[in-house]
């Protein structure tokens, strides 16, 4: 100092909290995990059969009645046992999230060099982790970690990372803001996208049976309506050719005695 006092240098270390980041990695694989097998199984799962083979049909209210609760139950859940078996939406979203977390080229090969890889099992490619090189590229490279999740191209990069490509296929499907929604969004609604529960493509397929019912009742009401009308004339006219037979027979019996 100006005193010509002499002070030791202080020097500063800065280190990544990496079990944080280990934790927060493993948990997105957890998820991502759960979600694509939730996705395989709903288009993969067959629909349910009884032991006479025929599915379980939706029940009406007169036959939900001969049920108690706990049958009720379990037969609904039978019901909707691969309701979505086939869906083309949850099958290209499958694939499209499939294709984000196994990218060809240098992004796929930078995953794998920081322990991130897939795992292919029971017909099912999900996410794994090798944390031992997770750790390993924290310590060496912690910004190759940071970009192989969160570059985005704009931001400048060459290509996205893992957090923004699997962002930009759920978007795709599950948006629930701006125009267009996603995919899934369209096709049934959503409640975190109120004005979709009542604009979406499910909801007006509803719609329309729902008027096509309504046009057949009225047509069956108006044909009920005509039946009875004819029925109660018949009648009249039965009752009429009676009592004309009776008259008749009755002026039969009296001119037998001339």
Do not use: C, H
């Not at 694989?29 to 097998?37: I, R, S």
Request: aromatic share 8%; proline share 2%; no cysteine.
């Amino acid at each position: 100092d100006k005193d010509g006092n002499a002070y030791e240098a202080i020097t500063f270390n800065t280190t990544n909290d990496t079990d944080k980041i280990v934790d927060v990695i493993r948990q997105f694989v957890e998820d991502y995990n759960e979600m694509a097998t939730e996705i395989k199984n709903q288009y993969s799962t067959l629909p349910a059969q009884n032991s006479n083979g025929a599915k379980y049909e939706p029940l009406t209210a007169e036959e939900e009645e001969k049920y108690s609760e706990s049958e009720l139950a379990a037969y609904n859940e039978k019901a909707k046992q691969g309701i979505l078996f086939g869906n083309t939406d949850l099958s290209s979203m499958y694939s499209k999230l499939l294709s984000a977390i196994a990218p060809g080229g240098a992004d796929g090969q930078t995953l794998r060099e920081i322990g991130v890889g897939t795992s292919y099992s029971n017909g099912m490619t999900t996410l794994s982790l090798d944390e031992d090189k997770l750790r390993a590229a924290l310590e060496s490279d912690p910004d190759k970690v940071k970009n192989a999740f969160t570059k985005t191209k704009e931001g400048g990069s060459s290509s996205d990372g893992l957090m923004q490509t699997m962002q930009n296929t759920l978007n795709t499907y599950v948006k629930t803001t701006g125009e267009p929604k996603g995919v899934l969004i369209q096709r049934a609604g959503s409640i975190k996208a109120y004005t979709s529960l009542n604009n979406n493509s499910l909801k007006s397929q509803i719609d329309n049976i729902d008027s096509q019912i309504d046009r057949w009742q009225n047509k069956m009401a108006s044909q009920i309506d005509r039946y009875t009308t004819q029925f109660s004339r018949l009648e009249q006219l039965i009752a009429e050719m009676n009592s004309q037979s009776s008259a008749f027979m009755g002026l039969m019996g009296g001119s037998s005695g001339y």
